[in-house]
């Protein structure tokens, strides 16, 4: 039974770095089954999904926020983490992180962390 809990700061100043981390009991990062999943759901919209990284180490993001995006994993630590760099208010959302067999993270199928809410003001 794998879980899935996200964590870091619920509030960023415009500019600045996100960095939220995900950390996973019951199963490895590094499966090959699985890919490990960024996702957020800014207030009164749809989920957007952010990006991933695989059981190698290979990474994939949405192109309209690639540019300010990483996703990195911490094996000894069995974690993955966001980071989301010159943050601005349209950057408020709630935060989830997920495995799925795909790069797209089902809600049905996959696991996911219970979400954290990240607001950007200064």
């Known amino acids: 039974q794998v879980q899935l809990q996200e964590s870091g700061p619920g509030l960023v100043k415009p500019s600045q770095t996100l960095s939220l981390t995900c950390t996973v009991s019951?199963?490895?990062?590094?499966?090959?089954?699985?890919?490990w999943i960024w996702i957020r759901q800014p207030p009164g919209k749809g989920l957007e999904w952010m990006g991933a990284?695989?059981?190698?180490?290979?990474?994939w993001y949405n192109p309209s926020i690639k540019s300010r995006t990483s996703i990195s994993r911490d094996t000894s630590k069995n974690q993955f983490t966001l980071q989301l760099s010159s943050v601005t208010p349209e950057d408020t959302a709630e935060y989830y992180c997920?495995?799925?067999?795909?790069?797209?993270?089902?809600?049905?199928?996959?696991?996911w962390g219970q979400g954290i809410q990240v607001t950007v003001s200064s």
């Open positions: 990284i695989s059981g190698y180490g290979s990474t």
């Open positions: 019951g199963g490895s990062i590094t499966s090959a089954d699985y890919y």
């Open positions: 997920a495995r799925d067999q795909t790069l797209e993270a089902v809600k049905g199928r996959g696991s």
